[in-house]
C-alpha cells in the first residue's frame, strides 16, 4: 500500500526510507489536527461574536435614551355626602299590661316613609330578631319581637321627620351602615384631568426654569386615590321616652387624586 503525504509516495516495506515517511504521516496528522481545530474555534468565535452583536442590538433597542422629565400633579375636592343608608331598630314593649306590637310600629314606620316620599326601593326589612320563634314566644308570654330596617336617604332633614311619626319607646336605635355621593364618578374623572394639567404645568415651568420645554408626553400613570371619609358625632343613636332629635354631624369626603406623567424634554 502506498501513502501519499503532500507529494511524497511511501511504501510498507521496510526500507532506509521508511522513516522519513513516518515523519510525513505523522506531521500530515497533526497539521490536520490544528487545522480542524482552529476552524472548530473560528465557527465557536463567530457564533459567540454573533450573539454578542445580537444582544448588544437588542438592548440598545429597549434603552430608553430620549430626555425625559418625570413629574406628579394632585387634586382635591371636598364633597358632603347626599346617599345615607340608615338602620332603625324597633321592638315591642308593654305599655303597663298593654303590648305595644311589632305591627303597630311597622305600621307607624311604613306611614312616615310613605309621607316623606321615600321610594320603596329604598326602603327595606334588615333584620328580623325571632319574630317567627313560635316556640320561644309559647315559652316566654312576655317575650318582645323586634325588627330591623334600612332606610336610604337621600336628604337628612327627612331622618327627622321620620323619627318623630314613630312611638319614640318602641325605636331601639339607629346605626348608620355607609354613605355615598351621588356624582363621585363625575368627581373622580374631573380631579384626575386637574390632576394631569397640574402635572404638565409643573413641568412646564422645571424646563423653563433650565431654559427648556416639555415635549409630547411618554407615560401617565395614575396613582390610587387617597379617601378621608366622613365621621360622626353620634354614629349610634339610642331613643327614650323623650321626643328624638337627629344628631348627625356629618363631616365632608375628601377625595385626593395623584398623576404620575413622563414628558419628553423637545430638542
Given at each position: ?155 337628612l332633614n327627612k331622618f ?62 395614575e396613582v390610587e386615590n ?42
Amino acid at each position: 500500500m502506498l501513502y501519499r503525504v503532500r507529494h511524497f509516495y511511501c511504501a510498507d516495506k521496510i526500507s532506509s526510507g521508511t522513516w522519513i515517511c513516518g515523519l510525513y504521516k505523522l506531521n500530515f496528522i497533526f497539521v490536520s489536527f490544528i487545522n480542524n481545530l482552529k476552524l472548530q474555534t473560528m465557527k465557536k468565535f463567530i457564533l459567540l461574536a454573533t450573539l454578542l452583536v445580537f444582544t448588544f442590538a437588542t438592548y440598545a433597542q429597549n434603552v430608553d435614551l430620549r430626555r425625559k422629565i418625570e413629574v406628579s400633579g394632585t387634586a382635591e375636592l371636598e364633597v358632603t355626602p347626599d346617599i345615607i343608608n340608615v338602620t332603625i331598630s324597633l321592638q315591642e314593649y308593654m305599655n303597663g299590661k298593654t303590648k305595644i306590637t311589632i305591627d303597630q310600629l311597622e305600621g307607624q314606620l311604613e306611614s312616615a316613609v310613605k309621607e316623606a316620599g321615600i321610594a320603596k326601593e329604598d326602603f327595606t326589612i334588615n333584620n328580623i330578631s325571632s319574630f317567627n320563634n313560635y316556640y320561644q314566644k309559647k315559652k316566654t308570654p312576655d317575650f318582645l319581637a323586634g325588627k330591623q330596617y334600612s332606610i336610604r336617604f337621600h336628604d337628612l332633614n327627612k331622618f327627622d321627620q321620620i323619627i318623630g311619626a314613630i312611638d319614640p319607646k318602641g325605636i331601639s336605635s339607629t346605626n348608620i351602615d355607609s354613605y355615598d355621593y351621588s356624582k363621585m364618578q363625575e368627581v373622580k374623572r374631573e380631579l384626575k384631568i386637574e390632576a394631569l394639567l397640574a402635572a404638565k404645568e409643573k413641568a412646564i415651568y422645571l424646563l423653563n426654569s433650565i431654559g427648556e420645554k416639555p415635549g409630547r408626553v411618554i407615560d401617565i400613570t395614575e396613582v390610587e386615590n387617597n379617601l378621608i371619609l366622613p365621621s360622626f358625632s353620634n354614629k349610634v343613636m339610642a331613643y327614650s321616652s323623650i321626643q328624638p332629635a337627629s344628631d348627625i354631624d356629618f363631616k365632608k369626603i375628601k377625595l385626593n387624586y395623584q398623576i404620575n406623567a413622563v414628558f419628553e424634554i423637545a430638542n
